[in-house]
Every structure is written in C-alpha cells, then in structure tokens.
C-alpha cells in the first residue's frame, strides 16, 4: 500500500513541476501578446499620412510628423549598412577559409561572439571619443559608424557560420578544375552560403534598425529635415526617446505611432529571416 | 599560361589580403575601445583613483565629485532582480520546448519566444513608462506593500511610496528582455543530452520530471550557467527599457519601490550634458567599467560554453 503512495506521490509531483514549466511558457507568451498589443493599440491609432509627410512642428502645435526622423533613420541606417555589411563578409570569409586553422583566427571569432554583446551605448561612447570629438560636432555619420561597428561582428560571425556550412569536398571539386582559392570562393562558396549570409544581413539590420543608446552622442538629434551626413540628424529611435520623455500629448501619439512603424519593421525582418533559414536548412 | 597563374595568384592574395585585414579589424576595434576609453577616463583615474572612485556614493557635478558606488549599485541590484525571476522562467521554458511542447508547436513557440528579445529596447521603454508602470504603481505594489510590509526586515523592501518608476517595475522589464536568451542557449543544451541516457531513467520506472531533473539538468549545467552569464551581460548593458523606467536617481536605494540609476541610464541622460572635462571623464570611466564587466563575463560564459556536453 505504501509503496502504491509513493508512486502517487512521484506522479503529483511530477505533474505540478511539468505545469509549472507549462505556466513559465505561458508567461512568456503572455508578455509577448501583451507588448505587442499594446504597441498596436496605441500605435495603429495614430499613424496619419501627416506622420510620414510633414516634418515637426514647434513644440505644443498640431500637425506635426516625423518624416525627418524617417528619413534621417534610412539615412543613418543605409550608410551603417554600407560599411558594416561588406567588411562583416569579408572578415567572415577569413575565418571560413584562408584563416580556419589559424588561432588568431578563432581568436577573432570568439572576440566576435564577445562583441555581439558588448552594451550598445558603450560602442556610441567610443565613437564620440575617436570620431565627434576631434571633428567637433554631432553627425549622422559618427550614428552611422556606431551602427556599423555593432553590425560587422554580427555579419563576420554568420557569413563564416554560413560559409563553414557548405561541404568541402563541393571546394575540392572546384580546385581539382584548376581553379584559384579565390575563385573556389566567389564562384562557389558564395553560392552555396548566399541564402545564410543574406539572412544574416537581415537579422543584423533587424538588430540595428531599434538602436537608440549608440547614437544618443553620435548622430545626436535635429528637429528639422536634413540629408547631410555631417550635421547631426535625427533618426526614429531617438526621436521616440526625446518625445516619450517630453510633456505633450501629441509628443506621446507620435512616439507610439513610431514605436509600431519601427516594431513591425523588426518582427517582420526577424519573421522574414526565421521563415528563410526554415525554408533552405529543413530540406 | 605561365602569367595567368602567376596573375591567379597575385590575385588570389589579394583576395585574401582584404578578407584578413576586414577579419583583423574586429581585434582593431575591440583594442580601440578599450585603449580610447581608458585614454578618455584618464582625468577621472588621476582625480579618483580605482577604489576611490567605485567606493564613492557622490555624484556631485556642481563640486566636481563623482563616484561609481550608486550607479554601480543601480546596475547590480536591477541585474540580480531580473536574474532571480528570469532563470526559473527560462528553464520553465526551455523544459516545455523541450520535453512538453507538441512537435508540430515546437518552431512556433519557440519562434515566439525568440521575438521577445527581437523587440527593441526602446519599446520596452514605452511600454513599461505608459502601460506596465502605472499598472504596477496603482495596483500591483500597493497589493504587494500591503502583504509584504508587516514582515520584520523583509518588509524594508517594500517601503516608500509606490509610483511605478523603481527597481522592481525595472527588474522585471530587464527579465522578460533577458529571458528568451537564457531559454534558448538551456533548451539548445537540453538538446544535447544523450537520448540513451535519458531512456536508461525513462527504463528503471523514473517519471518526465525525474528525468529532468536528475538527468538532463545535471547534464547541462555548464550550459545553464554559461547561459546565465550571457544574461547577465545583456541586463547590465542594457539601456533604453532602463532609460525609461528607473527614474535615474543617484542614491543608494533601500526598498524595491525606489528610485535608482545605472551605469547605462547615466550615460544616456547626462553623456550630452557634461560640462568639464572631469564630468565627462568620469562618464567615460563609467563606460570602461561597464564595459570590463562585460568583457570578462562574456569571456567565461564563452569558456563555460565551450565545455557544454563534454
């Protein structure tokens, strides 16, 4: 009979821990809808043809947009884009190949994982020290900068994750043809890794596109409408900031509304990505 | 056919000439920053020193008196309040993807989870300034006050008015940020536990929970801490969400509803504003200690990683 309990016993504890993990996953959704709800609630009210085509008006006035932080944003986005995405790959196509037994090589690639994580304000304070601060002013390309150098860790680390991934007898057979390692990489490789690669740039994008800490002092802010990378420009983020923490209404909605516009951009280039490797890497 | 190889092979170290110079880049930069910042701080080590200045509880820019103590303390305290809620959380869920979930649910779910740390730092900020803040300032920590408060000792951290903007309203913001990373890294450990050794438990009678518990957990453990130690990383540096929410005082706090600063709040809020070179010296102080912090704890949760499954 006792021996009956305890198995009782062991099956009710074991069905309270399995529903504990079940309420975790809960919770974890349950934030998940509750964020994102709440983003489109209060989002979706406000977006107005006005947001995207008028520039800000004075303080306490209606009518207001953001069209220059949207495109101050694509601005800073589109040149950080420029410059990371090209030096990631390249440096990704060391570790991959000519740097794969090399220990500075994996060196590189474990300083790269590191990186990833390096806090982003503290990449905008090492801009402001090597970049705004000896030319003298905020500028869009100092954000832009920041940016990249957040990004090429990111790119360098995928493409050689990518480019690892394809077989290396697929070189093998390129090489018996005759064929120069450099064109074994442009001509193969590169095909074979090309799908994983863009979706790394996708991600990378994804994860910069919400920055805000990295160019608080770098791009800084502007209320007005520029495309000169070497003033300082506004960007959507820190607009966001500056008109969250600011005292009228209308400052809020226009916070909100681009808080959704930036939102639905990430989740869906994250989607997008998530969708791509499903697609290529499950067959 | 001599000059096209020996062309093929000019460019051929080109090739690879450019891809290491872009691969040695990521050394440059990371030796940068380090070397810069130490380079910026140098006006605040002459005038405080190391002990000095992460002792000191001032932050004082009108006298020109700054100190680490409270923002560090801000740091830490946030970090290890989001920490304790959101390791049992994350291994909740790594355990239902792994062992609970439906297979046809598993890349859904999963996906789900991942999209928490997809959403940008800043719009946890909004959302925790004008809807979870005032929702955890008028009821939930009144609730808690009330129910907490007559404890001896344990009630200290319940003091003080609730609004809202405070360390709890931040900790938990920090853990939801923090828990799809440790989720995914436990629940790809999980995955590597020898399926012989979890069919030797499942053999000798034991339940799912056993098997988790004695086998699977005790067989990723280095990965569990590894993961942890990312976490962690992540909420120290972690910025705008904070920004909004902590209310960016410089004080030792005492009670969970209080008021606090980090490293990362100061920089944001006050980087622009620094007027003198010992303001802002101190500013990039804070950075180099940030960012040590991190390296080195990103440094042994990459040691503990690599061991993960041996």
């Known amino acids: ?67 220059h932080a949207f495109i101050g944003q694509l601005l800073i986005t589109l040149f950080a884009v420029l410059i990371g995405i090209p030096l990631g790959i390249l440096g990704g196509t060391w570790l991959a190949e ?75 057979a390129a090489f018996a043809l005759g064929a120069p390692y450099y064109k074994v990489i442009l001509q193969v490789v590169y095909r074979g890794a090309a799908t994983g690669i863009f979706t790394g740039i996708l991600l990378a994008i994804a994860r910069i596109a919400g920055e805000t800490g990295p160019l608080l002092f770098t791009s800084f802010n502007n209320m007005f409408l520029t495309t000169n990378m070497n003033e300082p420009m506004p960007s959507l983020t820190v607009t966001i900031y500056q008109y969250a923490m600011g005292p009228y209404d209308d400052w809020h909605e226009m916070a ?8 639905l951009f990430i989740l869906s280039l994250t989607i997008l990505g998530r969708l791509i490797i499903r697609w290529k890497y499950k067959n | 056919m001599a000059t096209t190889i020996k062309r093929e092979y000019t460019f051929d170290k080109f090739f690879s000439g450019i891809t290491f110079a872009a691969a040695f880049l990521v050394l440059a930069i990371i030796v ?59 291994l909740g869920i790594a355990i239902f993807i792994t062992e609970l979930c439906p297979k046809v649910l598993k890349p859904i779910f999963s996906t789900a989870i991942e999209l928490l740390a997809a959403i940008p730092s800043i719009i946890y900020g909004m959302w925790g300034l004008f809807t979870f803040a005032p929702l955890m300032g008028e009821y939930i920590e009144p609730i808690l006050q009330k129910s907490f408060k007559p404890i001896p000792l344990l009630g200290q951290l319940f003091t003080g008015v609730p609004l809202g903007i405070d360390i709890l309203t931040t900790g938990i913001i920090l853990s939801i940020m923090i828990t799809p990373f440790i989720a995914s890294i436990v629940r790809d450990t999980f995955a590597l536990t020898p399926i012989q050794l979890k069919e030797s438990a499942y053999g000798i009678g034991a339940t ?79 950075a180099l200690i940030l960012l040590g912090m991190n390296f080195l704890l990103l440094a042994i949760a990459k040691t503990f990683l690599a061991r993960r499954g041996r």
């Open chain 1, 256 to 263: 909100w509304a681009a808080s959704f516009v930036i939102t």
């Open chain 2, 208 to 286: 799912r929970w056993e098997v988790i518990k004695d086998v699977i957990i005790p067989y990723s453990k280095t990965g569990i801490f590894g993961s942890v130690i990312i976490a962690m990383g992540r909420a120290l540096g972690e910025t705008m969400a904070v920004a909004f929410v902590l209310g960016n005082k410089h004080a030792i706090a005492t009670s969970l509803f209080d008021a606090s600063a980090t490293i990362t709040v100061t920089l944001a809020n006050e980087f622009t504003e620094a007027d003198g070179d010992l303001y802002l010296s101190s500013l990039f102080y804070l």
């Open chain 1, 1 to 67: 009979m006792n021996h009956i309990n305890e198995i009782s016993k062991r099956k009710a504890i074991n069905f309270f821990a399995l529903s504990l993990a079940g309420a975790a996953a809960g919770l974890g959704l349950f934030w998940l809808i509750f964020i994102l709800a709440d983003v489109l609630r209060h989002g979706v009210a406000y977006i107005t043809p006005a947001l995207f085509l008028n520039e800000a008006a004075p303080p306490g006035l209606d009518g207001g947009g953001l069209k």
């Open chain 2, 32 to 90: 940068s920053i380090f070397i810069s910042l130490f380079r910026e701080s140098l006006t605040a080590i002459d005038a405080f020193g190391f002990f000095g200045f992460i002792s000191s509880t001032a932050w004082d820019p009108v006298r020109e008196q700054f100190g680490a103590a409270t923002t560090l303390y801000g740091t830490l305290i946030t970090t290890l309040l989001a920490l304790i809620m959101a390791v049992p959380v994350s």
């Open chain 1, 98 to 172: 000519y740097g794969r037994h090399h220990s500075i090589g994996r060196l590189i690639s474990t300083l790269s994982d590191i990186m990833i994580s390096v806090p982003s304000i503290v990449i905008g304070t090492f801009v402001y020290a090597i970049f705004v601060k000896p030319i003298g002013h905020f500028s869009g390309f100092a954000g832009a900068l920041a940016l990249a150098i957040i990004m090429i860790p990111v790119v360098l680390r995928t493409t050689e994750d990518m480019m690892g991934l394809v077989p290396w007898e697929i070189r093998e």
